[in-house]
């Protein structure tokens, strides 16, 4: 299973980017049984989760990026996003795609945010 997440870049605060995390090595199914996370890592912080989407259609969200931050998967194209509006300085950080499910538990490389103020 491979995860390759695209989107990150530089942009001021209160503004937006969508994140995107392909998924390949994986059968419909299989991806349709598997929860998916972003993560973001910060030299401050721990990896930290920031949003998931579990196999049963529900979604859980970091405290901080509630409201701002939708997580989203398309179980067609094997592909989850995260739409991240209002960003703040401190969204910053290289975000990670994440899949656990059967047999499976693997991280993508990471896309770095960069929010300036």
């Known amino acids: 299973v491979q995860l390759q997440a695209s989107g990150g870049g530089l942009v001021q605060a209160g503004g937006s980017l969508k994140l995107s995390c392909g998924v390949s090595?994986?059968?419909?199914?299989?991806?349709?049984?598997?929860?998916f996370a972003w993560y973001r890592q910060t030299p401050e912080k721990q990896r930290e989760l920031v949003a998931d989407?579990?196999?049963?259609?529900?979604?859980n969200y970091g405290d901080s990026v509630k409201g701002r931050f939708t997580i989203t998967r398309d179980n067609t194209k094997k592909r989850v996003s995260l739409q991240m509006n209002s960003l703040k300085t401190e969204d910053t950080g290289v975000y990670y795609c994440?899949?656990?499910?059967?047999?499976?538990?693997?991280w993508g490389a990471g896309t770095l945010v960069t929010v300036s103020s």
């Open positions: 994440y899949a656990r499910g059967p047999y499976i538990d693997s």
């Open positions: 090595g994986m059968i419909l199914s299989t991806f349709r049984s598997t929860d």
């Open positions: 989407s579990s196999r049963d259609g529900s979604t």
